[in-house]
């Protein structure tokens, strides 16, 4: 068997196998299978995905489509991974943008309205196979690597609020400030993009600039915590747009074409 040395992204991995070309051959179906079960769910919604309904629509055999996914439950938290996969990507991403640490938390924030708009049915599957109904019945290697995924992300963000705290653009308010932060930022943003998504049409949603709804909300959550520079005097408004311009400019057209 062949290895090679991993990259820098996961210094508790050591080596990592190269992919035989049948390998290779099986995760890429994988995603074909996944790519369907996605369009199934935005046309017939999330009780209208079927394992059965998913082998008719796709090339290949029952047989073939149950040795990738168990059921359908497993299927949802394979999607779920996917998902995440895409979100940690993007937020690598985001952490490079050239701006304050403010600036670097707003361009995380982008990327879960990024990823909502562009793939609203994978965006949704992160909550529902978070439901008893789904981890019941989905297979321990897809839990087991949805919660790999989902330590990454967090680790990000952890990292980040620790910086912040650290040149004292947040100041420390005790113990377990970090998770509290963590988890005020993420439920703001799933929240917040949840609705913009699925309630569009509600007297509270319609009625926003919904570019900027998503930005209103983590300003008003980061001035709460007193994270400098406060909005009042800096124009995260341009921060925001800078973000899509300089970092995620191609996905930013695919949504306006």
Not at 14 to 37: D, G, P, S
Request: aromatic share 8%; with cysteine.
């Amino acid at each position: 068997m062949t290895f090679t040395l991993c990259n820098n992204e996961n210094p508790k991995c050591f080596i990592k196998k190269i992919l035989t070309k049948r390998e290779q051959n099986i995760v890429n179906r994988e995603q074909e299978l996944l790519t369907v079960a996605e369009a199934i769910m935005a046309h017939e919604g999330f009780s209208g995905l079927t394992m059965d309904k998913l082998v008719a629509a796709c090339d290949y055999s029952k047989g073939t489509v149950y040795n990738h996914f168990s059921n359908k439950e497993d299927l949802f938290c394979a999607l779920c991974i996917k998902s995440v996969k895409m979100i940690i990507s993007l937020t690598k991403r985001a952490l490079a943008f050239d701006g304050t640490l403010r600036e670097k938390c707003l361009a995380m924030c982008f990327v879960h309205r990024l990823h909502s708009q562009l793939h609203p049915t994978l965006f949704l599957c992160v909550l529902l196979a978070k439901t008893p109904a789904v981890r019941e019945r989905a297979s321990a290697g897809r839990l087991a690597m949805q919660g790999e995924l989902e330590q990454e992300i967090t680790q990000l963000v952890d990292e980040l609020f620790a910086k912040a705290l650290t040149n004292n653009d947040i100041k420390p308010n005790g113990e377990g400030q970090l998770e509290n932060l963590c988890f005020s930022l993420w439920s703001t943003c799933f929240g917040a993009n949840a609705l913009l998504i699925s309630a569009c049409e509600a007297e509270a949603v319609s009625r926003l600039d919904s570019d900027f709804a998503l930005l209103f909300n983590i300003n008003a959550l980061l001035d709460g915590v007193g994270w400098q520079p406060l909005s009042q005097s800096c124009d995260y408004q341009d921060s925001w747009q800078r973000i899509g311009n300089e970092v995620f400019a191609v996905e930013v057209a695919a949504l306006q074409t």
